[in-house]
């Protein structure tokens, strides 16, 4: 299994920037995608989650009416599109798979299948 992450990018506050994760060695519309970012000094966070179908989505209340994730099935593809990027955006964006018999979930530890990451950088 491979999930490939890109996009990321130093940008300046309020500009967009969408990643991409592209998936390979598994059934794709067989998993819930989330996202997760890693800021220096902290840990992995939830940031938001697609289901398998695409019809559920989950957002962590920073990014809700910023950020909207979203799927292609036909290209084993999952997008994190960010708008009104803000300098504490700043963090490593992984990619994650998770069973899609199973509820959607924000814990790291729910997802087995983790991409390499993509740095966005905002500056203010």
């Known amino acids: 299994v491979q999930l490939q992450a890109s996009g990321g990018g130093l940008v300046q506050t309020g500009v967009s920037l969408r990643l991409s994760c592209a998936a390979s060695g598994l059934t794709f519309s067989n998993y819930h995608m989330g996202w997760f970012r890693q800021a220096p000094g902290k840990e992995r966070e939830f940031v938001a989650a697609v289901s398998w179908s695409g019809g559920t989505t989950d957002y962590t209340d920073s990014v809700k009416g910023r950020f909207t994730v979203s799927r292609d099935n036909a290209k084993n593809t999952v997008y994190l599109q960010m708008n009104s990027l803000q300098p504490e955006d700043t963090a490593i964006y992984y990619c994650?798979?998770?069973?899609?018999?199973?509820?959607?979930?924000?814990?790291?530890?729910?997802?087995?299948?983790w991409g390499q990451g993509t740095l966005v950088t905002v500056s203010s």
């Open positions: 994650a798979a998770r069973d899609g018999f199973s509820g959607m979930d924000r814990k790291r530890s729910a997802y087995a299948y």
